[in-house]
Nanobody
């Protein structure tokens, strides 16, 4: 059974930093792309960043230059380092894994999601 558990969220002031972790089990983690997503109240879930099995990355324009995605296949974990946080980054952050095209363009088709981790940035 595939399981993804997000952690590392919290309350931080604008300009601060957080590092989120996505721990995976029940899959051959190293061959999968992994995406970080966020959903703010009243808004649709959006892709924030993604990393493929070879380490290539994608970032949404809103976070480019501030967020960094990385992976440690030995630990079956993907990280999202978030710097220079803004109040508009406030959301529940989720991760999910699968083929690159699904992670980046068809993520609404994922059958299940973890509980996510809340990130709140105060002004």
């Amino acid at each position: 059974q595939v399981q993804l558990v997000e952690s590392g969220g919290g309350l931080v002031q604008a300009g601060g930093s957080l590092r989120l972790s996505c721990a995976a089990s029940g899959m051959i983690f190293s061959i999968n792309a992994v995406g970080w997503y966020r959903q703010a109240p009243g808004k649709q879930r959006e892709l924030v960043a993604a990393i493929n099995s070879g380490g290539s990355t994608y970032y949404a324009n809103a976070v480019k230059g501030r967020f960094t995605i990385s992976r440690d296949n030995d630990k079956n974990t993907v990280y999202l380092q978030m710097n220079s946080l803004k109040p508009e980054d406030t959301a529940v952050y989720y991760c999910n894994a699968g083929p690159w095209v699904v992670v980046t363009t068809s993520f609404t088709s994922f059958g299940s999601w973890g509980k996510g981790t809340q990130v709140t940035v105060s002004s």
